[in-house]
């Protein structure tokens, strides 16, 4: 009579098991991949060559920011990828701290760079309504990247630094003497490189990759859970035990 088993004795709902767990274990082995190595790559290669110029496509603003970046002698690349991590590419984008646009420039940072041609420095005392050419696009980016040009020219081209400094200022740079250990400029610096690393090899930043890099706490925080899971999972095939089946027949464990 059928007996519900399949291949060597095992029962159907083990191998449904084993394809589960195989499912799982791949699945955390990519989330371990990429917190891990594809986060050390990323930097490794950004510090390397953060400044080679590559075009972007396929993105918001794609051909206004090869065309900014171009003129402020930047990598469109990489500045695609600090609009990324400052604003999703959201024109309209405010901060608490009062950053506004694309580049969230700071009313601050925007006096000090001068402004546009067309959206002068507003007063620090100046209405919201003398403050809305900050969030056009074009303006934004241009003073933006014209800041973030000063600050590469200020770390002799040492793009690592001068998105730190973008980030969390020139005198903690200056202070640590590198990177700030600051949570937010780790996570700000994270941002950067893996939006940076798919902007620089394919041109472009898919909405997949958009949502793992702005998800990427998350990421974390399954891979952690996933480790479990797989362990727990790992349980029947690691412990040494014994099931046996009518007329003595065992179909798990460790027989001796």
Do not use: K
């Amino acid at each position: 009579m059928p007996n519900g088993r399949r291949m060597g004795g095992a029962p159907w709902w083990m191998w449904i098991y084993a394809v589960a767990f195989a499912v799982t274990l791949l699945f955390t082995l990519a989330l371990i991949y990429l917190t891990t190595a594809y986060v050390r790559t990323a930097a490794d290669r950004f510090a390397r060559d953060a400044g080679r110029p590559r075009l972007v496509r396929a993105i918001p603003y794609a051909d206004l920011i090869n065309a900014t970046a171009t003129t402020a002698r930047l990598n469109p690349a990489l500045l695609s990828a600090v609009v990324s991590a400052e604003s999703s590419f959201d024109p309209h984008a405010r901060s608490a701290r009062g950053a506004y646009g694309l580049m969230q420039v700071m009313p601050g940072t925007w006096r000090e760079v001068g402004g546009t041609g067309d959206c002068r420095p507003p007063a620090p005392d100046a209405p919201a309504a003398a403050r809305a050419c900050m969030e056009r696009p074009e303006a934004n980016l241009a003073v933006g990247a014209a800041y973030l040009r000063r600050l590469a020219d200020r770390f002799d081209g040492n793009m690592v630094l001068a998105v730190a400094a973008y980030n969390a200022g020139t005198v903690p740079v200056l202070r640590y003497h590198g990177v700030p250990p600051f949570p937010e400029t780790t996570r700000y610096m994270r941002q950067v490189s893996l939006a940076w690393l798919q902007l620089q090899s394919t041109g472009t930043l898919t909405p997949f990759w958009s949502t793992v890099i702005r998800r990427f706490d998350l990421c974390l925080r399954l891979r952690d859970i996933f480790v479990v899971v797989v362990a727990v999972m790992a349980l029947p095939w690691a412990l040494p035990f014994r099931r046996t089946q009518r007329g003595g027949v065992a179909f798990t464990g460790v027989s001796r």
